[in-house]
């Protein structure tokens, strides 16, 4: 499945799991572990070199999920993942080089911000989906929250640092489309294929709502 925007993205599941995997032959059967646990939005980071064949797998072999690539930095990157099959892209950080590139290759983005400079840099390219990061490190809830009033037209997706415990408190801002983490594909389990551990995870977190 190929979403068309990134709020197509944020409408998918209220979790995007972020996955770093370092051997290929992990990706197909952790893939179908998140997708049966209710999450079809992955996104593979770049940071490993297992990341790109791995999205490539993926694309291929689970037609429910839909792959992302994560860790983008580089236009080449970009362009890379894409051919290998992703559905969306999301960068840590941004530049304009990279931002150009990123809507060259025709696929919904999530560019990462940390200030209302950056998303306003964004904003005035037309991009309103964003990447909240490093999300608790950068000042969490409450700042997110701040930007909301100055910036109402921006929507995020945070990421780095939230967990099954803090993700209702920021599903609830009205400015979150869904939050992203690694908590729901653990290096231990994933090593040792403790892929019924990665489907709980993950129905777990696609059952996460906003706090009330
Ligand atoms: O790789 C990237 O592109 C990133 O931007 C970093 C990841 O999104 C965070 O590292 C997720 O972190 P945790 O959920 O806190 O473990």
Known sequence: MKPASSDDIFALAPVIPVVVLDDVHNAVPLARALVAG?????????????????????????????????????????????????????????????????????????PGVATASEAMALLERGVTALKFFPAEAAGGRTYLKSLGGPLPQARFCPTGGITPASAPDYLALPNVG??????????????????????????????LRPAS
């Open 178 to 207: 869904c939050v992203g983490g690694t908590w729901l594909t653990p290096a231990g389990a994933i090593a040792t294929g403790d892929w019924s551990r990665i489907e709980t995870l993950a129905s777990e977190a696609a059952g």
């Open 38 to 110: 209710g999450l079809p939005a992955i996104e593979v980071t770049l940071r490993t070199d297992a990341g790109l064949p791995s999205i490539e797998r993926i694309a291929a072999e689970v037609p429910d999920a839909v792959v992302g690539a994560g860790t983008v930095t580089s236009p080449e990157q970009a362009r890379a993942a894409v051919k290998a099959g992703s559905a969306f892209l999301v960068s840590p950080g941004c530049t304009d080089r990279l931002q150009g590139a990123l809507h060259d290759t025709g696929v919904p983005y999530l």
